[in-house]
């Protein structure tokens, strides 16, 4: 068994006249699962190589909530719960995401927020490794959720429903501060700039680094009485 005639890890052999025992793949072949027959399903883009505005499969309940729990985990850190960009991360300092209730964002096609995860985008790594597929698309569907929720206007509401406002929730939870579930204050010189860099959805850069680190977060215009963030 010792002495058997076999191919070592990363030693050579002289069967293949190539000299390697390691067999490059023959080509074209697809491994199990990854035929990736629908692009846009793995893409978001269409034939034209343009950024879709469909959904690759129906929007269900279920498919929301499995969107807002991914969104919650990989997202919110930077765009926050409701999807404004000021996220904890971007609070201590990170560059400023993008706030997807800006007319520009709000215009944006279903493919772009796909494509954005896929691919990142300026200062945003891509998520590709974290979040399947699937679980992209299901984020998509739910930030348009958080768009229209963020964006609601009464006439939004559907007919016997009774709206709470988020500081009467707030006060029948128990939380004393009048303040909670006022408008939240976005950090304005901090993050976004002038409101031009805010639609254009281009934050200005970050003071230029020393030693390779960023400055320390400052503290943020408002952020003391500003409420945190919430999803329900
Ligand atoms: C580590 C922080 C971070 C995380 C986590 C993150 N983003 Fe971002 N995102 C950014 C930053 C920073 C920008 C702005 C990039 C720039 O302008 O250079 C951005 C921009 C965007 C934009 C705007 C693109 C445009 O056209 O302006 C979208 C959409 C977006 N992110 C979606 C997501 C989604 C969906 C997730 C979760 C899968 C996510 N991001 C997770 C940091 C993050």
Redesign the pocket.
């Known amino acids: 068994m010792q002495d058997q005639p076999k191919f070592i890890p990363q030693r050579g052999t002289d069967f293949y006249t190539d000299g390697r025992s390691a067999r490059p793949q023959v080509e074209n072949t697809v491994a199990r699962g990854q035929l990736h027959q629908d692009p846009y399903f793995y893409t978001g883009l269409g034939a034209d190589g343009k950024e879709g505005s469909a959904m690759p499969f129906p929007v269900t309940m279920e498919v929301l909530e499995r969107g807002q729990e991914?969104?919650n985990i990989?997202?919110a850190?930077?765009?926050s719960r409701v999807g404004n960009?000021a996220?904890m991360?971007?609070q201590r300092g990170?560059?400023?995401?993008?706030n997807?209730h800006t007319p520009?964002?709000m215009a944006?096609p279903l493919g772009?927020?796909f494509n954005?995860?896929t691919n990142g985008?300026?200062?945003?790594?891509d998520?590709k490794a974290q979040?399947s597929p699937a679980d992209?698309w299901a984020?998509?569907a739910y930030?348009k959720a958080l768009q229209l929720s963020q964006n609601a206007k009464p006439a939004d509401e559907a007919p016997g429903v009774q709206v709470e406002s988020l500081s009467n929730i707030a006060r029948q939870e128990g939380f004393d501060d009048p303040n909670f579930g006022n408008e939240w204050a976005l950090p304005k010189t901090a993050v976004y700039g002038t409101p031009n860099e805010q639609d254009n959805?281009?934050?200005p850069a970050l003071p230029p680094s020393a030693n390779g680190k960023y400055p320390p977060a400052q503290p943020l215009p408002g952020a003391a009485t500003a409420p945190a963030p919430t999803n329900k």
């Open positions: 991914r969104f990989y997202c850190p930077c765009h960009g996220g991360i971007v990170y560059r400023p995401a993008g997807f520009r964002l944006m772009h927020f954005v995860m985008y300026g200062a945003m790594p998520y979040v992209r984020i998509v930030i959805g281009i934050p």
